[in-house]
């Protein structure tokens, strides 16, 4: 790894990479056949939200890190040619440009992981095609909720617009309870009076000392869980190719964000609005209700 530290040029981020290899055994038996992403929040699988978040904030290209058991991702945003004539042979055209939503100048691609070694690893396997730019992560467990939040200003987009600003990473941020510290990677602060001034209505970016990944409540540096959006610098790969397997035996992301931290700027952006575990039985079930219960009411 090169650490000649040349400034990052904060050009406007337009790739995003969605890490989609996961087994989803916290959703078997649903996630037996079916990717968990491809899970339905309502009238549309879990994915479909997180990829219209990502183009709401401006992104273009797509990455998803997946592997061979969940090319039916893929092909949830390729155009079905056969079905498209179908419907408009039989006048459906309506329907048919429904399914062709993707605006044309934006692509998705996917790439495989190979070995499941963890998020880190993941987010290293798109370097190929992600190569120099900077760019945006988002995990496609947590769907932010589309009904309270502009997603052309809020989160994701905010973060992109601080990192154009400040080319410091941003890392997105929200408070948890105590009983779920131990399921995320948590944020240790600089100061205290960090999150007194800073949690207020809006999204608020200041530099963070680190993260811990899954701490128990003792060991928890602050409520501060990270949400699953990030912006990162491309240097961010230098470091992911040298972080070693820790908690749970795997390549976590938070160490190399940490690495990331002892060169460049990493900033939290503290969340605003509120998100959905979709990768979690209990947590996907109320999300499912909430998504039909609110399309219901909009028929
Ligand atoms: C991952 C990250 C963790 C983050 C969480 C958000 O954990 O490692 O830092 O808080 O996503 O959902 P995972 O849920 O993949 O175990």
Redesign the pocket.
């Given at each position: 790894m090169t650490n000649s530290v040349k400034p990052i040029i904060a050009q406007t981020i337009t790739h995003a990479v969605i890490p989609v290899a996961?087994f989803g055994t916290r959703m078997l038996p649903l996630s037996k056949s079916i990717p968990k992403e491809l899970l339905p929040l309502g009238n549309r699988p879990a994915i479909h939200y997180v990829v219209e978040e990502a183009i709401a904030a401006g992104i273009k290209h797509i990455v998803l890190v997946g592997h061979a058991q969940k090319s039916a991702i893929e092909n949830y945003f390729d155009i079905n040619s056969e079905l498209d004539s179908q419907l408009r042979a039989k006048g459906k055209e309506g329907l048919a440009d429904s399914l062709n939503w993707l605006p044309d100048d934006v692509s998705v691609s996917m790439i495989r992981q190979g070995k499941p070694l963890g998020?880190g690893h993941a987010v290293l396997s798109a370097r190929p095609i992600i190569g120099d730019n900077n760019f945006a992560v988002l995990?496609p467990?947590?769907v932010l909720n589309p009904f309270t939040t502009d997603m052309t200003q809020d989160n994701l987009a905010f973060m992109l617009s601080e990192f154009a600003k400040s080319a410091h990473s941003q890392i997105l941020v929200s408070e948890v309870a105590d009983n779920d510290i131990h399921?995320?990677?948590i944020a240790k602060l600089k100061s205290v009076s960090d999150i007194k001034s800073n949690l207020a209505d809006g999204n608020a970016s200041f530099a963070v000392a680190g993260?811990v990944?899954?701490p128990s409540l003792a060991e928890a540096p602050s409520n501060l869980?990270?949400?699953?959006r990030y912006v990162f610098s491309h240097r961010i790969f230098d470091y992911l190719a040298d972080t070693k397997p820790s908690v749970g035996g795997e390549i976590?992301?938070?160490d190399a964000i940490d690495a990331l931290i002892s060169t460049e700027g990493v900033n939290v952006t503290t969340m605003v609005g509120d998100s959905f575990?979709a990768?979690d039985m209990t947590s996907y079930m109320r999300a499912f209700i909430y998504f039909a219960e609110r399309q219901l009411s909009q028929q």
């Open positions: 996961g998020l995990l467990d947590v399921k995320y990677g993260f990944e899954k869980a990270v949400v699953g976590q992301l938070t575990d990768g």
